[in-house]
């Protein structure tokens, strides 16, 4: 899904020239990394709200310092970790598109503000590593989001793991060169969670969530269907009596 972030120039070629990016000193420009911040921490605030309306105070804070997708990962019981808004996702759905929305800014706003070749970097899908055996040092590829998942998994379901990756990658040059007031604002969004975030995920991994208008993209599913499917699970194995529409409308 991040490869439709258009438009991404990653070098410049002109007249079958090709040229080489300019040296890097350690500073990011101001306004731009000021603007990312901001906008990190908006959409941190977004979704804290979401939950706190949602799952009230007192369990939202509990989400908040232990998240499903990280505590509980690829086990069994997650599903039943996964705190279940008040609310149907009918009634949801507009926020959680808003919020996609300034989650993809965020995307576009760390590659303005990193340099073309730390961008492309950070979107390598493998990570080259070397492992210590004794006295040698053996280099090994693996996967970059597979590495991150395991190494410090992410809880927002706002993100595909590709995304996830990207950022992670990005928020370690930012603390590596000094600008850790950027790198915790990174760091805390890719921490924040939502009610209900495997069914949010769902739709993200569907592109529910995003505009695909003029992309020439189209879900697999229908977001009616999706939905419907989601509420029928949920009245079957969640306490939790919700309310608003059970069909999404129009």
């Known amino acids: ?25 350690g500073s990011y420009d101001l306004f731009t990394t000021q603007r990312l911040v901001a906008l990190c921490r908006t959409l941190t605030g977004s979704m804290a709200s979401q939950a706190v309306q ?6 939202a804070a509990f989400h908040t310092t232990r998240p499903s997708a990280i505590y509980h ?22 926020d959680l598109r808003n919020m996609r929305v300034m989650a993809r800014n965020v995307l576009q706003l760390v590659h303005a503000t990193l340099t073309p070749s730390q961008s492309q970097e950070c979107m390598e899908e493998q990570i080259i590593l070397l492992i210590i055996d004794g006295v040698r040092c053996i280099p090994a590829s693996v996967n970059r989001a597979a590495f991150f998942m395991q190494l410090c998994p992410a809880a ?28 915790d604002a990174v760091d805390d969004l890719l921490q924040r969670s939502l009610p209900d975030e495997d069914i949010v995920y769902t739709l993200l991994q569907n592109y529910s969530l995003d505009d695909l208008r003029g992309t020439g993209v ?3 599913k229908s977001l009616k269907y999706l939905l419907n499917v989601a509420e029928a699970w949920c009245e079957n194995s969640s306490e939790v009596n919700r309310v608003g529409p059970c069909h999404l409308e129009g």
């Open 1 to 25: 899904m991040f490869d439709q972030l258009e438009p991404t120039p990653f070098g410049i070629q002109y007249c079958e020239h090709s040229y080489e990016p300019l040296p890097f000193h």
């Open 54 to 59: 949602e799952l009230g105070l007192e369990k």
């Open 73 to 94: 990962y690829h086990t069994s019981s997650y599903y039943e970790h996964v705190p279940r808004g008040k609310s149907r996702l009918c009634t949801r759905i507009t």
């Open 156 to 183: 927002n379901p706002l993100f595909t793991l590709e995304e996830f990756a990207y950022l992670r990658t990005a928020a370690g040059l930012f603390r590596f060169f000094g600008h850790f007031t950027i790198a």
């Open 218 to 220: 189209s879900p697999s």
